[in-house]
C-alpha cells in the first residue's frame, strides 16, 4: 500500500517529504491558490446559485473528469493497476458476472406496504404536511424541516417529490460540453 501511494501522489519524488514541511506546504499552498481561482470564478460568475442555474458547475465537474481520465489513459497521472503494473494476459481477463433477475414479488410486497401506509396513516395529517412543504418551496425558507415533517406524517417519497416537481419542474441538465 505504501509503494503504491508513494507511486500515485509522488511523494518519492523529493528526499524529504516531510523535512521541514516544505513539500507538504508547497503543495498546500499550491492547493489552494487553485480553490482561491475556483471560487473567483465563481464570484464573478454570480455566485454558486447562479452558477448552478446555468449549468457552469456541471460543465467545470464534467470537463474537469473528462481531462482527468485523458490524462490516466495517457500515463500522465498513474493509477497502479490500471495504466501502470497492470496485470496483461488471461489474468487480466474480466471475470464472469452472474446476472440474476429480481424476484417479482419483491415488487408486490413493496406496493402492498406502501398501500398498507397509505391506508393506515393520518390522511389529514399528511395532507397538511404535503402543503406546507408546497407552500414553502415558494419561498425562500430552507426545505428540510418541512420534507422531515411530511416525513414524519408518513408521506412517500414519491408524494413529497411530486410536490416540488409541481413547484419547480423536472430538472434538465445543460447539455453543453
Given at each position: 500500500?505504501?509503494?503504491i501511494v508513494a507511486y500515485e501522489t509522488e511523494v518519492a519524488q523529493t528526499a524529504d517529504p516531510l523535512g521541514g514541511s516544505y513539500f507538504v506546504e508547497a503543495?498546500?499552498?499550491?492547493?489552494?491558490?487553485?480553490?482561491?481561482g475556483v471560487l473567483g470564478e465563481i464570484e464573478s460568475r454570480g455566485g454558486m446559485v447562479e452558477c448552478l442555474r446555468q449549468g457552469y458547475i456541471q460543465h467545470r465537474i464534467a470537463q474537469r473528469?473528462?481531462?482527468?481520465?485523458?490524462?490516466?489513459?495517457?500515463g500522465?497521472?498513474?493509477v497502479v493497476g490500471v495504466n501502470k503494473f497492470a496485470t496483461v494476459g488471461e489474468a487480466h481477463a474480466e471475470p464472469d458476472l452472474e446476472l440474476t433477475a429480481a424476484d417479482p414479488r419483491a415488487a408486490q410486497e413493496a406496493q402492498a406496504r406502501v398501500a398498507r401506509v397509505?391506508?393506515?396513516r393520518d390522511s389529514a395529517q399528511a395532507r397538511a404536511a404535503l402543503d406546507r412543504l408546497s407552500q414553502a418551496a415558494a419561498g425562500p425558507d430552507n426545505l428540510q424541516p418541512y420534507v422531515r415533517e411530511a416525513a414524519s406524517a408518513y408521506c412517500t417519497l414519491g408524494e413529497i417529490a411530486s410536490v416540488l416537481r409541481e413547484r419547480f419542474g423536472d430538472y434538465q441538465p445543460p447539455t453543453r460540453f
Open positions: 500500500m505504501q509503494q503543495l498546500t499552498d499550491e492547493m489552494e491558490k487553485a480553490i482561491e473528469a473528462y481531462e482527468h481520465q485523458r490524462a490516466v489513459e495517457n500522465e497521472v498513474p397509505r391506508r393506515e
